[in-house]
């Protein structure tokens, strides 16, 4: 004869099941946040928490200064940001677009565009194109050591015309 005792199923019924479930949830967002919010790297444009923290570059004043103007050292995969070499000395400038937070990428002709909505900013980050209307922040370069490598504070901007010479 078949049993046909009726019991709760299993799943979802229990709290120990809703507990499972829940943390499942839980884990299942965090590895979405933690892929699709990396402060916005290089390889994934979207916008993700700003970079606080300074960020040792392996570019030395001395060493960059020896380059061609417009020389760009990419650390959008460190700190969200660009060191460009101009005629009056280095600067940094964040990669971090000011519409809604993507990354701006370099382009061939030497501007940056930024993927999601098609900004576009020159290499001092001067906007050229919305729909950001503000330029991309400096950031505040200076040697780790002195002659050593130099170091970028995303946490601190400066003004756009400072430079390390
Ligand atoms: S986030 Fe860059 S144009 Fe919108």
């Given at each position: 004869?078949?049993?046909?005792?009726?019991?709760?199923?299993?799943?979802?019924?229990?709290?120990?099941?809703?507990?499972?479930?829940?943390?499942?949830?839980?884990?299942?967002?965090?590895?979405?946040?933690?892929?699709?919010?990396?402060?916005?790297?290089?390889?994934?444009p979207?916008p993700?928490?700003?970079?606080?923290?300074?960020?040792?570059?392996?570019?030395?004043?001395?060493?960059?200064?020896?380059?061609?103007?417009?020389?760009?050292?990419?650390?959008?995969?460190?700190?969200?940001?660009?060191?460009?070499?101009?005629?009056?000395?280095?600067?940094?400038?964040t990669a971090i677009c000011t519409h809604l937070g993507c990354t701006v990428g370099?382009s061939?002709g030497?501007s940056l565009l930024c993927p999601c909505h098609g900004s576009q900013y020159d290499?001092a980050g001067a906007n050229l194109v919305g729909p950001a209307v503000l330029p991309l922040a400096?950031?505040?370069?200076?040697?780790?050591?002195?002659?050593?490598?130099?170091?970028?504070?995303?946490?601190?901007?400066?003004?756009?015309?400072?430079?390390?010479?």
């Amino acid at each position: 004869m078949p049993n046909h005792e009726s019991k709760p199923p299993a799943a979802l019924g229990s709290g120990v099941d809703r507990r499972a479930f829940c943390l499942g949830a839980l884990a299942a967002g965090l590895a979405l946040a933690s892929s699709g919010c990396g402060g916005g790297s290089a390889a994934d444009p979207m916008p993700g928490p700003a970079p606080t923290l300074p960020v040792t570059t392996t570019d030395t004043k001395a060493g960059l200064l020896a380059t061609p103007n417009g020389t760009t050292r990419d650390y959008r995969n460190q700190g969200s940001f660009f060191l460009v070499r101009d005629a009056t000395g280095i600067y940094a400038m964040t990669a971090i677009c000011t519409h809604l937070g993507c990354t701006v990428g370099l382009s061939s002709g030497g501007s940056l565009l930024c993927p999601c909505h098609g900004s576009q900013y020159d290499l001092a980050g001067a906007n050229l194109v919305g729909p950001a209307v503000l330029p991309l922040a400096h950031l505040e370069v200076t040697e780790a050591t002195p002659g050593g490598f130099l170091t970028v504070n995303p946490a601190r901007p400066v003004a756009a015309a400072a430079r390390l010479s």
